[in-house]
């Protein structure tokens, strides 16, 4: 009996460690990507932020939440350089970022954020070494669960932080607004919005009961709400429908791709004639005004300045900051400009039209690699698709990709790397039943399927 005791003691040991664990792996990631960055440096939200504002306090809790990360990479040192290895579109763009140091203005701080982006993706390539396939996106919901039940006790516990006020330095045009963790409402938008698809699609299982998954969805309405982030509403709207975009069309492609040719650009004339009369509307509903809160006039000034440095731009980082925002500056009455407001046009201004190239291969490669994974009709396996097309499409209104220290590159690496995984999984179950029923490896699932049945016992 005593034998038996304290082997439970044990196993109730080992359950609680491993809790722990994950609390902190869920942690780290948190403020790898950026949340407490207020609260950490210290800062007063009412004293304007500027381009170098930062702390040794703020710093040096970013390195340990990366060191935490690389380390559960490190336990798994062999199939963490496997990973890297295999995802090399996914590595292009740090690697040029590295390069661009050669023509930055300021190569030294250039090259020290370069590094910072490198560490970021290598970051969520060390979660999915420790956590392989749907593992790693149960800790990336469970991660944004908890950032978005924090952002809420944090409104009531930091009101000063977790809310933009009238007396805030930067844009107090948002008081009222949540930001929660994170230094701008629009963080907490888009996390709210992934965050909601997730837990609506991913089922029970992802969060690990149905009352934690209602919560989550429940946190999820709230800060989505609250944060009043236009961007973070056309999120959740276009993840939520994606699913269904995905099954009506692949079966309409499989009845007659005529069929779905015809529907979809249809869809898209028929868009096209409503969008004079209903843009306007969709923009006033979601508080925004033509210009998407002063987005197009910026966008084209930035098109101008692109037009100087196009092939591969200004440098990483220190390349925009004192190249094209002192263009914008002079040319406008923008003050200081942080990023493009665009994804895209942010990696053509660091890393000219070669850098765009590089994050249009891997983000294709990503969406193929989502795409074949979501036809295994698990709904887990298609949360991998959601989190691209998330990805793909926040970077419209809002600069994530080439970003160092971002929620939503840590997100994104993850995502590609379970992926990755889940394929490989897959495939390899694939082989084996097919080795078992003596099959080629390139049979069709037809002659798979009929070889099964020929192997079934008969029914009395």
Same mark, same amino acid.
Request: proline share 4%.
């Given at each position: ?149 924090? $952002? ?12 933009? /006020? ?38 029970? /299982?992802?969060?690990? $009961? ?208 379970? $992926? ?15 080795? $078992?029923? /003596? ?22």
């Amino acid at each position: 009996m005593r034998g038996a005791g304290g082997n439970l003691g044990l196993c109730n040991l080992a359950t609680l460690w491993r809790s722990i664990h994950r609390a902190g792996v869920m942690l780290a990631l948190l403020v790898a990507g950026g949340a407490f960055s207020l609260q950490l440096s210290g800062l007063d939200p009412r004293l304007p932020v500027g381009a170098d504002t930062a702390s040794g306090r703020s710093q040096l809790a970013i390195g340990l939440a990366f060191a935490v990360l690389l380390a559960e990479g490190g336990r798994h040192w062999r199939r963490a350089l496997a990973l890297v290895r295999a995802n090399g579109p996914l590595l292009a763009l740090p690697a040029l970022a590295t390069i661009s140091t050669l023509w930055a203005p300021d190569p030294e701080v250039a090259l020290r954020r370069a590094l910072a982006f490198a560490a970021t993706l290598l970051g969520g390539i060390a979660i999915g070494a420790a956590f392989p396939g749907a593992r790693a996106l149960r800790l990336l919901a469970q991660s944004a669960a908890l950032g978005l039940v924090l $952002s809420i006790a944090y409104v009531g516990l930091a009101p000063g932080y977790g809310m933009h /006020r009238i007396s805030d330095g930067v844009q107090s045009v948002h008081a009222g607004d949540w930001r929660g963790l994170f230094v701008h409402r629009t963080a907490l938008g888009q996390l709210a919005a992934l965050g909601l698809a997730l837990a609506i699609y991913g089922g029970p /299982r992802l969060l690990g $009961s149905q009352a934690a998954r209602l919560g989550a969805i429940a946190a999820a309405g709230l800060c989505l709400v609250m944060a009043r982030s236009g961007g973070g509403w056309v999120s959740a709207g276009a993840l939520l429908a994606t699913p269904w975009i995905v099954t009506e069309g692949g079966r309409l492609w499989r009845r007659g791709w005529l069929m779905g040719v015809g529907l979809a650009v249809s869809g898209l004339a028929l868009a096209a004639a409503l969008a004079p009369v209903l843009a306007p509307l969709l923009l006033q509903g979601l508080g925004k005004d033509a210009t998407l809160t002063g987005r197009t006039p910026l966008w084209s000034l930035m098109l101008q300045a692109a037009r100087i440095h196009p092939l591969f731009g200004y440098g990483y980082s220190t390349g925009f900051r004192e190249g094209v925002a002192q263009f914008v500056a002079a040319h406008s009455r923008f003050g200081y400009v942080p990023n493009a407001q665009n994804g895209y046009l942010d990696v053509v201004l660091n890393l000219g039209l070669v850098g765009l190239a590089l994050a249009l291969w891997s983000l294709a490669t990503a969406l193929r690699q989502a795409v074949r994974l979501a036809r295994a009709g698990d709904p887990m396996a298609g949360l991998p698709l959601l989190i691209v097309v998330f990805i793909v499409e926040m970077n419209g209104v809002e600069a994530a990709l080439i970003s160092a220290n971002d929620i939503f590159v840590l997100i994104y690496a993850v995502a590609v790397v379970a $992926s990755g995984e889940m394929l490989a999984a897959k495939a390899q179950r694939r082989f084996i039943a097919r080795r $078992s029923l /003596r099959l080629p490896v390139w049979a069709s699932p037809t002659r798979a399927r009929l070889a099964r049945r020929s192997l079934a016992p008969a029914s009395s």
